[in-house]
């Protein structure tokens, strides 16, 4: 596990046990005409957290395939990254890199 503030870096134990869960439309006269979707769900529990450590628990949903434990750690190890990406986007967009008012500079961007 990555450190986090106040918190040493560790190792944690997690078992990933993960399904595929089916998505239904809102409303009842969007199921008849939208497709079903389906999303993989992986569930990484700490079995033994070191003492006085909260233990970690992610319910992690996404759309790619896990059809096997190497596949699951994968996304896990995937995880903790999320922040940086968004914070990425979030830059990005709000001025640190004024990237979507450079796209209408011109006609042709």
Same mark, same amino acid.
């Given at each position: 596990? *990555?450190? #986090? ?10 078992? @990933?046990?993960?399904? =595929?869960?089916?998505? #239904? ?5 969007? =199921? ?9 769900? @992986?569930?990484?529990? $700490? /079995?033994? *957290? *070191? $003492?006085?450590? $909260?233990? /970690?628990?992610? @319910?992690?949903?996404?759309?790619? *395939? /896990? ?7 994968? /996304? ?16 990005? #967009? ?7 008012? @450079?796209?209408? $500079?011109?006609?042709?961007?």
């Amino acid at each position: 596990m *990555p450190r #986090k503030d106040g918190q040493p870096l560790r190792e944690a134990t997690l078992p @990933l046990p993960a399904t =595929r869960v089916p998505l #239904k439309a809102p409303h009842a006269r969007y =199921r008849l005409t939208m497709p079903t979707p389906a999303v993989n769900v @992986l569930w990484a529990q $700490e /079995i033994h *957290p *070191p $003492e006085g450590q $909260e233990p /970690i628990e992610w @319910l992690l949903i996404t759309t790619l *395939p /896990i059809p096997a434990f190497a596949d699951a750690q994968q /996304i896990v190890l995937w995880y903790p990254f999320r922040w940086r990406i968004e914070r990425f986007h979030y830059t990005v #967009k709000t001025g640190g890199c004024y990237g979507e008012r @450079l796209q209408w $500079e011109r006609f042709a961007r």
